[in-house]
Structure formats: C-alpha cells, structure tokens
C-alpha cells in the first residue's frame, strides 16, 4: 500500500515521502492518525506543491535567520551575578537569562534555541550556541561577571596569609 506522509514519521520517513508500507499499518495506525494520506494520483498533486511552498518557507525563514545570526555574532552578553569565594556564582546563569539580555536589546530569541548543555555557575567568558535554523547555528559570547568585583579578589584573598570573614562565617562563631 502506497502511502504519503504527513507527518515524520520514525523509521519511516518524512514529511511528503511516499513510501510502501504494509496495509494494515496504513488502514489501522497511520491513516486514522493523520500520518499519511493514501497516495492518489490527486494526493500526490497536492503533496507535489506543498513540498514546494515547504521548500520556499524553508528557505525564507533560513535567509532570515542568516540575517539574526549576522547581529547577534557583533554582541557580547555580560551578565553580572552575585560571586562567593574562587569566583562561583551564587544560582547560575540559563538560557532564560540569555534570552531576556538580547530582548532588551530588541532581539527576540526563544530561550529553546539557545542551546546551554547546562547552566554557567562560574565567572568568566563562554560561547553560547544559538540555533536559529536548522542549517543556522552562530557561537555568541557570554561574559559573566561579579557584582561586587569579589572574584577579581578572591584569588588575590587566597594567597594572603589572613582570609577575609565571609558574611556566611559570622552567625556560625556566635
């Protein structure tokens, strides 16, 4: 049974592929599910010119992303963060954070697309992969810096022969 996909389907295909599949795997799970379409000959007319306009959306939106991807390469995001000692964020720096940096910027990306393995919960300067297309990934650089300039001093703090008292250190004495 010939059938033409509406839907990726796994381990079958995608979306506008016609493909032979056994038919009861047609009649009883892909049709009544809206995965595919039996492949008439007016079926595959339509499929025809709506992997045409897929394929010129496709590239609309790959031409506009490109666009995006030149800005965003020019910016910098610097996020400043509370620090304890040896530079460690308190709380950490996500996606959201990144996200909510470049739209007051007016760009507007969906915090989905930047592609963070995991927070950053240290101070310093990371590449950030943003996917905007599938074909369109750009690197962008993060800074992530301490309110208070106590990183820059806590290496400093290390070597001398008397540490500082934390705030955290107080209560604990009494």
């Known amino acids: ?3 033409i996909l509406k839907q990726d389907v796994e381990k079958l295909g995608k979306t506008g592929d016609i493909v ?27 499929a025809e ?16 992303a490109s666009l995006v991807a030149q800005e965003l390469v020019k910016i910098t ?22 996200a909510e940096f470049l739209a007051a910027r007016q760009i ?5 697309k930047i592609q963070l393995d995991e927070p950053i919960k ?14 369109v990934t750009v690197p962008i650089k993060v800074v ?7 990183a820059v ?3 400093e703090a290390a070597a001398s022969p008397e540490p500082p008292a934390s705030p955290a250190e107080g209560p604990a004495e009494q």
């Open 153 to 155: 001093a806590a290496p």
């Open 1 to 3: 049974m010939k059938v």
């Open 49 to 64: 010119i709506e992997r045409l306009a897929f394929a010129k959306r496709d590239q609309r939106d790959k031409d506009a």
């Open 108 to 112: 507007e990306i969906d915090k989905r």
């Open 77 to 98: 995001v610097t996020v400043t963060r509370k620090t304890g000692e040896e530079g460690m964020l308190y709380g950490s720096v996500t996606a959201l954070d990144i």
């Open 122 to 135: 240290s101070i310093g300067e990371f590449q950030v992969p943003i996917r905007l297309h599938r074909e």
């Open 144 to 150: 992530v810096e301490s309110e208070d300039g106590a």
């Open 20 to 46: 032979n599949v056994a038919p009861g795997y047609g009649r009883n799970y892909l049709i009544p599910r809206k995965f595919a379409v039996l492949a008439t000959p007016g079926n595959i007319k339509v």
